[in-house]
């Protein structure tokens, strides 16, 4: 079997577009399928990839870029310009907009479609139906990685035309009374319906929107889950506990640095547990892009925090990264004693799903999905209503005095990665999904 994993913004290498991308890594590797992953990407993430130029035509490898170009057309399925680069070697950036030719393993391909403006508008109709039709010619499966995107929106359509299993990881986020906040409209739910009844299959990574869909009247929704590579991560089981004293305690954040990601609640609340305990008895180490922490942040909200993290810096006892290699990240979330991740940005935080490959608890924002896999307090997680400042920093404050109740929580984590949320699980419910006996 042949399968093409299409994602956008690559670059980020965050969230879904870094699920598909491991999975696909598992598949070659582990499952003697040919998985291939493809992207859009817009100038911004081009450049943070190669800098200015695209590179040019060069030894044989395993990576492929795609390039949309006006001028610069050949006859290969009349609208696609290929680049090849040599052959890439492990993971090392994490969530860096940066050197991308060493984020996969060599037996994974990634090819990427570009032009000019932002991702979501980078191809127009007319390109995304060759390319996909141009799929669909050598590929079993096409499984997109974005619901929402121009890939999505000319696969549906194109449904009847392509003879070959088209399916979606659709992502869903309910965030609530933060669509008012972001102003975002909601969802309109005939839409969801009449777009995704259109592919073959839609797998899903939560209980949560499992049931949801299947509300809607979709019959065509299959869980499928997220997973991390327990295989890799078990070399770093007999990393020490902590690089600090037992005194010191360690708290971690990943992710981006704005508003829907619980940041500026996370600053707050970090230096609210650092008043009670003392700031000599704390580390923090924050991993993630820096963002705007507006426009959606309340002013007030957004200066509080500010005042937090100077305090924080001020004391000495902030780690600050922008990116981390793969080893360095794994390093952080074997020596911490918790992970903070307030985000209602979430279907399943593959954070959490890292943390608990290393028995490592965490606390989470609330929300449908989030609840549907942690099912009871310490269930892996401990959850948080989203913006809850005085809750996040009690519960934190909590759970640090209490050593067996984080061990608790950190097993059970742990035994949700081994019994479902791993890439090898995740990679057996796809194919079986698309109908691929093994």
């Known amino acids: ?32 399928v040919e998985a291939h992953v493809y992207s859009i990407e817009d100038e911004e993430s081009i450049r943070a990839i190669h800098g200015t130029t695209i590179p040019s035509l ?14 610069l057309l050949n006859d290969y399925h009349s609208r696609i310009l290929s680049y090849v680069t040599s052959t890439i070697n492990d993971i090392v950036n994490y969530p860096a907009r940066a050197s991308i030719t060493q984020t996969l393993r060599p037996s994974t391909f990634i090819s990427m479609l570009t032009a000019r403006g932002s991702w979501r508008q980078s191809a127009d109709a007319k390109e995304v139906t060759v390319f996909l039709e141009a799929l669909a010619k050598k590929y079993d499966v ?39 906040t972001l102003r975002i409209p909601a969802l309109k739910h005939k839409m969801i319906k009449s777009v995704l009844s259109e592919f073959d299959r839609v797998t899903v990574s939560t ?35 902590s690089n600090h004293s037992g005194d010191v305690k360690h708290i971690l954040y ?30 923090l180490t924050i991993v993630g892009k820096k963002q705007e922490i507006g426009p959606f942040s309340p002013p007030d909200l957004a200066l509080e925090s500010q005042k937090a993290f100077c305090r924080l810096k001020r004391a000495g006892i902030v ?13 952080l979330i074997a020596s911490c004693d918790i992970i903070l991740l307030p985000s209602l940005f979430e279907t399943i935080p593959l954070v959490a799903l890292e943390g608990w490959a290393f028995k ?45 109740n984080l ?23 796809l194919l079986d999904i698309y109908g691929c006996t093994m």
Not at 2 to 29: C, Q, S, W
Not at 257 to 274: E, N, Q, S, T, W
Not at 407 to 417: L, T
């Open 207 to 241: 209980p949560y929107e499992l049931e949801f869909f299947r509300r809607l009247g979709l019959s065509n929704i299959y869980f499928a889950g997220e997973g991390v590579d327990l295989e890799h991560i078990s070399a770093y089981e007999k990393a020490p506990a």
């Open 360 to 404: 490592k608890p965490c606390i989470l924002a609330t929300s449908p999905s989030v609840a549907s896999i942690v099912e009871y307090e310490g269930d892996g997680a401990f959850l948080v209503q989203f913006g809850d400042t005085e809750g996040l920093a009690n519960k934190t404050l909590s759970l640090l005095a209490d050593e067996d």
């Open 58 to 71: 060069g030894k044989a490898g395993r990576v492929h870029f795609l390039c949309f170009k006006d001028k």
């Open 254 to 283: 990943i992710g981006v640095r704005g508003y829907p990601k619980g940041y500026p609640h996370f600053l707050i609340a970090a230096d609210k547990v650092a008043q009670q305990i003392g700031y000599g008895k704390l580390r």
């Open 1 to 32: 079997m042949k399968i093409a994993f299409v994602v956008p913004k690559v670059a980020d290498m965050r969230g879904g577009n870094r699920l598909l991308f491991n999975v696909a890594k598992v598949m070659n590797t582990s499952f003697n």
């Open 142 to 180: 096409i499984q997109i990685g974005d619901w929402n995107g121009p890939l999505t929106r000319t696969a549906f359509l194109l449904s009847e035309r392509l003879h070959t299993i088209t399916a979606i990881y659709p992502f869903y986020h309910h965030f609530g009374e933060l669509n008012r």
């Open 319 to 331: 780690n600050d990264y922008l990116s981390v290699s793969e080893d360095h990240k794994n390093t």
């Open 407 to 429: 061990k608790k929580a950190g097993n059970a984590g742990y035994r949700k990665v081994v019994e479902t949320y791993n890439l090898t699980s995740v990679c057996r419910r």
